[in-house]
DNA sequence: GCTGCCTGAACAACCGTTTGCGCAGCGGGC
DNA sequence: GCCCGCTGCGCAAACGGTTGTTCAGGCAGC
């Protein structure tokens, strides 16, 4: 502490947080605790300000998994504007599991978070539930909650199943598919259903199958299974980028190309997705700006407690590339 | 609080920290007190254990960038060590960029991280200095620095280089060259010069580059200028998979093809990249273990002040895939 | 010259835990 | 029957800041 090396007490708080200005310190008082605390190299102990505060300038972020590019970008665009704010992001990665989420979560919470940016959210998710029930600031991204009112920003799911439909149909595509992800995921939902009307308003019926995790392993299952089913499918919608692949691994695996035989959109255009063999046409979203939005809405949440909760949808755009191309004859 | 609820005081204390055990508390009052805190959903608040006890049980990690893969990797294996010990992990990108590490270790420190995982080392690196001069435990991972005596934990990058230089001698190839990271960073040094030692002890020579970044338009730039600058290059040595990504666009771009004109290795082997175009042929280290390694060695250090510190070796292995092929004639 | 006000800084309580120490009650040994 | 020791728990200080309140001194007004 500053404190002994000076002659004062705790005045050096106010110093240091700038209530100098209000005609309380004495210029030549506050420029010589300024000039001790540089010298001493002193720094703040966050954790004795938050004790007293009750903020603490943290904020948890749980994503489904860290190793996900995909969810790179939004932890870099949550990142970014938080620190403008001075918050710190205390991250955890759940491998989109509950109990895991319940561990990590009560984790940040002992830690007094301000807030949760909560993207592994099931529906029903209990841990969320729970985050709610105590009051705690969250919002949630990716997904959203059926039953709970809780801000969030995402995808404009149907809007991006749409895309990709027309975009199929548009190439001449009469014999679709869909690969979902977890059946209790609100994005696997919304974009089956808009897959389904997409085909619908066009007098079409698609098949559909659901992944238990968003793998290429489970995309290449699914995709399997449902050529299987549907032996004259010539175009697949996937729910996530990585499903596409294990689409695209499942075609090959049954002697086919892509986009030769079967095209394949993906959703959510994951880095390096223009690097693949084939280059991989999908459906853009804005990792960065989602993680940014997120974490806006949290800002503002944190600032205005009784704002209401509101959801942003992000536009989607197409990114057509090299997996998809007109039906074969 | 569980105390008014309660009748007794801070025993709370002693029974969740499991000291009852040490027959201090009876059975019976523990009992009560475990049922009335699970019925409240008590939570421990960790600010006020950190502010009493000195540990937080945070470790902040500084990477140069949450959104890249191969990070993520890394960012997992030590979240998942770190959480098997209670700890959480407080992470921060920086951009490999020292006024962004500055701010966001200051950050860290403020908030009382027990102790550091850093991954941005420069050499020199003032900010590394002023961590180790205020004794916050730390260890580097990917990069180490020469000056200052740090545990460390990397790949082995000299013999990554050899593997890649052989592979290519064998294949046929006499003229490569090598494509650098920063030059004050380690594993670029190091890199280059096993890259050097390689060729020599076949008696030859290769030209060499350095990216300012480690990003495929950085790689693609260096590429460029050498391929024009040693126009017969058969073989490219890339330090990293981005720059490796970078030198096949440079390629393309002047009208030849990778493999079939030049053959190029990365480093890393990063997620994905065997789905590339072509397939990347590069040295594979194990970013999870790297990234557990490192989280072991700073809980041993955090157990153990007066350890000595350590550099650990991760070894690579050659994967050999579609990027590299025999000279053209 | 005295009173009152204003300015600048010190005082002290408080945030929620941990932890060394003290204390009351009880049982056993002599 | 007395004393000692042990057992089980309460007391209170401390961690390092923040912040409402108090206090001392100087100056101006009457």
Redesign the interface.
Known sequence: MAREAEVHVSTVSRVLNGQAAAGRITPQTEARIRAIARDL?Y??????R??RTGR?L?VGMVVP?????YQ??I??GA?DVL?AD?Y??????TDDDLAHAE??V???????ADGLLYGVARDPDPVLEGVVR?GIPVVLFNRQSSELSVPAVLPDDGAGSRLAVEHLLALGHRRLIHIGGPADVSSTVNRLEAFDAALASAGLEGGHGFADRHTEEEGQRVARELLDAYPDTTGIVAANDRLA?GAIDAIRQQGAECPDQVSVVGFNDM??SE?????LTTIRISQYELGANAARLLLETLATPSRKPETVLLPPTLVIRGSTAPPAA
């Open positions: 190299g720094r703040h102990n966050a954790i004795a938050a004790l603490t943290i998994d860290v190793g996900n590019l790179a970008g932890t870099r990142g620190s001075r710190s992001l205390l991250l955890a990665s561990a990590q009560s984790a940040m919470l002992s830690a007094q105590d692949l880095p390096y690097r693949f063999d084939p280059p």
